[in-house]
């Protein structure tokens, strides 16, 4: 579901070559038919599963986009030439990357390429970001990701996101508090690393507002595979989810997924 970060958040809907613009449809009633179709988004073979959202199972076992060292970058082997594809590797790992503290459900911390900025944010359903450190690559950003772990979460809850339960931060403040609880860790990292290899930033924070109406109080989640038909009043849109009267739907886990997507009135 791409989306650009304006006051709030701009939503599309790709269906199949279409873009819709959603936050239009916020107040309507839509529905969603899945016809039971999944095509991989990397080599369009259909595939009865979709694994790692969106790819047939020969293509989740050989890129390197579905690698495990891409949820735990700390992990990353590009240096030990075991890469699956080192020049996708060399182009979306070896790249500079930002070590950031986001408040989506509460303060947590999080690592993305330089370029997917702000898009990462959305995806969480942010409501404020703060870029803490640049550093060279995907593996020091995981390594400086898991010396913050200490200190906070790297994760979302998401029921509390989707209902709006986001507590107010200051996250300059926050970053100077982690900034200080991880200056050994730092420090050594450097010293292995190089000097310049990771700098710390003094970015501003990003506000991120989004196209929702009614939070939900109680959250159920639509699930494709089990219930392939889905209806209900859009009332809302924030991360990769769909809010409707009648449950709540990840539209990221459905990549690939032949949908027919129509607005009822
Ligand atoms: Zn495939």
């Known amino acids: 579901m791409p989306a650009s970060a304006e006051a709030p958040v701009s939503y599309q809907l ?31 073979r259909t595939t009865k599963k979709s694994f790692n959202q969106g790819y047939c199972y020969p293509c989740f076992r050989k890129l390197a986009a579905c690698d495990s060292c891409i949820m735990s970058p700390e992990k990353c082997h590009f240096h030990l030439g075991t890469c699956r594809e080192p020049e996708w590797g060399e182009r979306n790992c ?120 009614v939070w939900p109080s109680k959250v159920k989640t639509h699930n494709l595979d089990k219930t392939p038909d889905v209806e209900g009043l859009l009332e809302g849109i924030k991360g990769q989810y769909l809010i409707l009267d009648t449950g709540v739907i990840n539209i990221r886990k459905f990549t690939g997924y032949e949908v027919r997507f129509r607005v009822l009135d």
């Not at 199949?16 to 916020?26: F, P, Q, S, T």
């Not at 986001?102 to 330089?114: D, F, P, Q, W």
């Not at 809850?157 to 989707?162: D, H, I």
């Not at 860790?185 to 690393?193: N, Y």
């Open 94 to 213: 070896m790249v500079e990357h930002v070590v950031y503290l986001a408040n989506s459900s509460g303060l947590k911390v999080g690592i993305t390429r330089g370029t997917q900025v702000p898009t990462r944010w959305i995806d969480q359903g942010a409501v404020d970001a703060i870029p803490m450190l640049r550093v060279s690559t995907r593996y020091l950003a995981g390594l400086a990701e898991v010396a913050c772990k200490q200190h906070v979460a790297d994760r979302t809850n998401w029921r509390a996101m989707l209902k709006g339960e986001v507590p107010e931060l200051d996250l300059e403040a926050e970053r100077e508090r982690i900034l200080g609880l991880i200056g050994d860790d730092l420090a050594q990292l450097r010293q292995e690393h190089g000097e310049d290899s990771l700098r710390v930033v003094e970015e501003s924070p990003q506000a991120l507002s989004y196209p929702v109406e």
């Open 14 to 44: 790709a269906v199949g070559d279409a873009r819709i613009n959603v936050n239009e449809l916020v107040g309507r009633r839509v529905r969603l038919d899945f016809d039971g179709v999944i095509r991989c988004i990397h080599c369009d």
